[in-house]
């Protein structure tokens, strides 16, 4: 009998462990994906005398990387839209990368200083988001106050489910919420550091990005 017990008793740790595996794996496939939703990358190579791709088309709210891979370079902006902010950034083995975060729509042209004449030069074009429609009108996302210090407020008065998350502007991810079944939420913000974050809301199929300051 007191062989049977202990081989059950190791059976059952066995299976308990299994279990926790499998638990910890799918909860890191479910936030690998949770952030696929929200936000995506447009990563550029600097190579030789060309850009890596050379052009793209991404959304508002996503991200673009450019990337050293050999040799002295830069990604210069040439031409931004109207109230984009223009960049000027070195690309080499001391500076490996350069990460750039659109806020408004448009084609963004850009070029390496050291290759221009080499044809080193590129574009890419943001659009709005698929599908915001209606839900990007003010009256209808809220996000208030801005700047914040202690609590944020999400109000979409069309909708009665949504998501959330809240990432720096490095991408990293602050806060998420799934299935949030209210039109209002109260956010506490009051561990968040001095600055400029993103908050990114999938609502019925459309999604927006807002920025706020926490003061």
């Not at 005398?49 to 052009?55: A, G, L």
């Not at 044809?119 to 009108?137: A, D, I, P, Q, Y």
């Not at 209210?182 to 927006?208: C, F, P």
Request: aromatic letters at 10%.
């Amino acid at each position: 009998m007191c062989a049977i017990s202990a081989f059950e008793i190791n059976l059952n740790n066995k299976k308990n462990s299994y279990k926790k595996m499998k638990s910890t794996l799918l909860y890191a496939i479910a936030m690998l994906l949770t952030v696929n939703t929200f936000a995506n990358k447009l990563i550029i190579q600097a190579s030789g005398t060309s850009f890596t791709p050379n052009t793209g088309t991404i959304q508002l709210g996503d991200t673009v990387i450019f990337q050293w891979v050999d040799g002295f370079h830069t990604t210069t902006s040439t031409a931004v839209p109207t109230g984009a902010a223009s960049w000027d950034e070195v690309l080499s083995s001391s500076a490996t990368s350069y990460m750039y975060i659109p806020t408004v729509a448009g084609t963004y042209s850009y070029k390496c200083t050291p290759h221009e004449s080499m044809g080193m030069t590129g574009t890419f074009t943001v659009t709005n988001l698929t599908g915001v429609g209606e839900v990007s009108k003010q009256d209808v996302v809220q996000v208030f106050p801005n700047p914040a210090s202690e609590q944020l407020n999400i109000k979409i008065s069309s909708a009665k489910n949504f998501s959330y998350n809240i990432t720096t502007l490095d991408g990293r991810i602050m806060q998420q919420t799934e299935n949030a079944k209210t039109d209002q939420l109260l956010i506490d913000v009051t561990a968040y550091a001095k600055g400029v974050y993103l908050i990114n809301i999938n609502s019925e199929g459309k999604r927006i990005t807002k920025k706020f300051t926490i003061d």
